[in-house]
């Protein structure tokens, strides 16, 4: 259909012609009345939608009425319920073209309204664009931990981290300062510095500790990392990369005789099938799972399989786009222990390094890491292997000119059932002795790991280590059994291991352990019994019992509280979790079996603060953004539910904090927690969002008691009036051939404003003293040209 407009020469008749071929009495209904259209964005369904269509060949959107068959995200139903709230012609666009509008058409017999945008023409987009406008706003999260106990020093943490929208940049800060040991108070600041994210490419400035972003497998080296310095540093990203669907590095390759389908079967299990025209093709990967696996293909032609091939999937894990198969970051700088009451915070040595990845293949990453520290200098280099989607195998080698070398591996293999994990690593360090001669010492860790399913209820694990003190051994075996109608979890787990200090004395024991459920979901119980050698070869024998609680009410969400007795005597320990708006943690306290008594506070909130509002909220989950939602209800017992791309969150009358991913649009969904869901209206309904890192948005939501309006729109003549807008705080209508209206309306706000079709706009105020049937008013008929506030009469 669009075609025909690129060429000038309409191919379908005109909506004038498909008006016309409507039988007579259709025809006084078609123009100017609330119809429902299946809405198309450049051939995506964009959902089901009321639009009206005016006698001048214009189309409004209304509203969307079903959206599940639509794979696009809301806000793109928002962005175009603005666009086209003003009447839009039909057809080719001209000079001015909302949105990118290339053309827009309506098809009678299949009730469509077809949208063509320049977008639609055009690559599908690779990045997050930038919002429209600047994100602006503060995040700042502390975390503080607080114990002490009887014949222990206090022990104290106190973090903070920022996270500050500017425009394009962000601006990140973290401070510390902590306690422990009996030592003096530490304060230090690791990092204030800006950051950008360009397409595929990160900048940042200041003072920062150089990590591993911009490359997926930062090569270890022996030396470590550079401490925090005041610098640059710039690498790849793939942040603002949108995660869509991804392609095989190596296409796949399949023909056809005549229009058919392939169907792609991976163990045997049908995982995609697509449709297929004549001769030679590539078959869209895109639709499959990511990996490294065989599949076979297999062409259907009128249900018969005319061919099977073994193919390979090559979609490396985690590389976001295989084409571009170098991942790089550098950094440079000067060390810096700026505001740090740290020994070494004269340590002012120059920095310079970085890491580099490469996709040697669809199997093999390689990796290099290389960086010098004063006079010392650092190498690393690493190689992954990823046989298939079961097996991985990783290999490090480092050396620095002043501390040493070493490598390490890791192996991993899943198999139906189980999966088998080894691990080994060799160190050579140089020391200087208090004699100050230099010394080499060599350390050696090693491990096998095995977790096995022996039957649906069964599992088995066990590890074997090796180390410079000795071996250790570890066997755990699970199985949940029911017990009438409650499901009991035993656990049995044995061990021999070296203590730290040699491996003359071992810690032998085991321990079984049964946990269960206790008259329902919200309170279980545990019981344990176990021995071991203790550090002074004694053996050590323990019985304990423990109940957890979930409370809906009260200063806590979660308590638990334990009773051990062992051969020193009889201890006690409570932990209570609490979640309050503006802070969330746990405390607790134990007096142990010896008669010490101890106890700690673990405490975690985040300020927020953007477009004028500040919150103090104890939801500490950082994503990078978030919103601020004031909800002013004319119920203050109110609560909604937000939900968002994640989960869900309660909010409540009053300004209230959601995070929210940054970088990406989205939508958060308004609604009543309750499935019974009181007489009250929610507007708006969805809240969109757009920022950047740091960035904090504002929005108002309105919880009001409502009743339903019916009425009448009619002209200076008296003729009803269809089209008309009838608009109200909490909902919104159009009006019928014949004039009628429904819609909610704001309990406290009774005022309409009526919009005609020739654009003359009114006012007018309903006096709720009309007569009202079960929570309907009706209006009566209502005109622009009447007094602008209704009496009784």
Known sequence: MFASYAAGQPSVPTLAEQVAALPEGFREHFFDTPLSARVQLDNQVLG????????????????????????????????????????????QCGQECPADVVAIAYQLDSAQLSLLTSQGETKEHQWHALPEQQSLGVILANQFHLSDGSEQDPAMGWSLDLEAGLGEWTLLGRGQVDRSDGSQLNHRLTASYGERELEGHFLRAGLFTPDSQGVLRRPYTVGGRAQTMAGMMLGTSDVRRVQGPVTSLYPIYVTANRDSVAEVYRDGVLISSQPLSAGLQTLDTSLLPGGIYDVEVRVVENGNIISKNQETVHKPGAWADPAQRLRYNLFAGRESQWLSNLADSQQDEWSLGGSINYLLDSRWIGGAAAQQVGSEYQLGLSLDWEANRDIKLFGNLYHSSETGQGFSTQALWRYDGGSLT?????QWRDQNDLHGTDTRVAERSSSVSLNQRVMDNHNVTARVSSGNNGMGYDLGWHVRQPLGETQINW???MFDRPYEEGAERRNRGGMLTASFTLGGTKRHGS???????????????????????????????????TLTVDNQGVGLGSWNRFDHPQATGSVWGQSSSDGLLSGGLNLSSTLVAGDG?????????????????????????????????????????????????????????????EADAPALSISPRQLNYHLTRGGVARQQVRVMETVTVMGRVVGQDGLPVAGARVVNHAGRSVTEHDGIFTLEMHLHTPQVEIEHPDGERCDISLPMSRERREQVLFAGALSCSAPRSLTES
């Open 48 to 91: 089901d939608a009321m639009i009206m269509i005016s006698t001048d060949n214009k189309v409004r959107l209304l509203s969307f009425t079903d959206v599940h068959d639509s794979t696009l995200p809301e806000t793109v139903r928002q962005r175009w319920l603005k666009v086209l709230d003003t009447p839009t012609a039909l057809g």
């Open 491 to 493: 656990q049995l787990s």
């Open 422 to 426: 080894a691990n080994h690593s060799q």
């Open 527 to 561: 019981l344990s019994i176990g021995s071991h050698t203790d550090s002074r070869g004694e053996r050590s024998h323990s019985l304990s019992g423990t109940v957890s609680q979930h409370w809906e009410s009260g200063p806590f969400t979660e308590s638990s509280a």
């Open 613 to 673: 509002a500040v919150v103090l909220s104890g939801n500490n989950t950082s994503r990078g953004a978030g919103v601020i939602v004031e909800v002013i209800s004319d119920d203050p017992k109110a609560e909604l539910i937000a939900q968002h791309p994640r989960g869900s969150i309660k909010l409540k009358p009053g300004n209230n904090f959601i995070p929210v991913e940054a970088w990406k649009e989205g939508t958060l969904e308004l609604d009543f927690p």
